[in-house]
């Protein structure tokens, strides 16, 4: 598998609780960026790792939200006490920090979050 | 405040037509342009890039143009088909190093057969 792979794909869950998406990216990416987008927008930009280090973090995360990616390999998106407005699909994206002329985002499939 | 804005939400265009999709933005210096294509329920694939001191690139039947005076992308699809039909993201990325993306809206494209 060459592509960025997100799970859960679909999560359905009651206002309150913490969900956890993971995302894998392409094997010899060492940067990770996690998106949300909700219908009709575009994807907005949350946070962004290079290796293992979080290097830049939106004012969209929350202090409900927390990303990490602890050995520089797969990524998880955690958030706790998920309200209403944190639906969406949360996006990851990888990219080879070496080929720095293209800035080609490749992008997983996404995992859609609807909280009741 | 910075803002990119996609000239409308919907384009229907006839197949075998030109489509054309404009992005604009303020308060903004691009090092780059991106242009995406995102399926629904899908994430957004890459489709091409274009740097500030170049006028256009091509990619088979697409087209891109970027203009930092009017500050304004174009994006061309020429000899357009059904499967074509999507929605086109255009991205900007502030600085070289520092590739946060910021997406416009998009616009979904249907071709009509």
């Known amino acids: 598998d060459t592509g960025v792979s997100q799970n859960p794909r679909h999560k359905i869950t009651k206002r309150g609780q913490n969900v956890t998406f993971r995302c894998d990216p392409i094997?010899?990416?060492?940067?990770l960026y996690w998106y949300r987008q909700t219908l009709g927008q575009g994807p907005e930009f949350l946070t962004y790792f290079q290796n293992e280090a979080q290097l830049e973090k939106s004012r969209l995360l929350s202090d409900r939200f927390s990303a990490e990616r602890p050995k520089g390999s797969f990524s998880t998106l955690e958030i706790q006490r998920t309200e209403q407005g944190d639906s969406a699909m949360y996006l990851c994206?990888?990219?080879?920090?070496?080929?720095?002329?293209?800035?080609?985002?490749?992008f997983g499939e996404g995992s859609r979050l609807t909280v009741l | 405040s910075q803002k990119i804005e996609q000239n409308s939400e919907a384009l229907n265009i006839q197949e075998g037509k030109t489509a054309t999709l404009t992005c604009n933005y303020t308060?903004?210096?691009?090092?780059?342009l991106q242009w995406y294509r995102q399926d629904p329920g899908r994430g957004p694939v890459f489709l091409l890039l274009i740097r500030e001191n170049e006028k256009e690139k091509r990619k088979e039947r697409l087209k891109v143009t970027f203009d930092t005076t009017l500050k304004q992308s174009l994006f061309h699809i020429t000899a357009s088909q059904p499967a074509d039909s999507a929605t086109y993201l255009c991205?900007?990325?502030?600085?070289?190093?520092?590739?946060?993306?910021?997406f416009g809206t998009g616009t979904r494209l249907t071709i009509i057969p």
């Open positions: 991205a900007l990325v502030g600085e070289f190093g520092n590739e946060k993306l910021t």
């Open positions: 994206a990888s990219k080879d920090g070496a080929v720095t002329n293209t800035g080609e985002l490749f």
């Open positions: 094997s010899e990416h060492n940067r």
């Open positions: 308060n903004y210096s691009p090092a780059y």
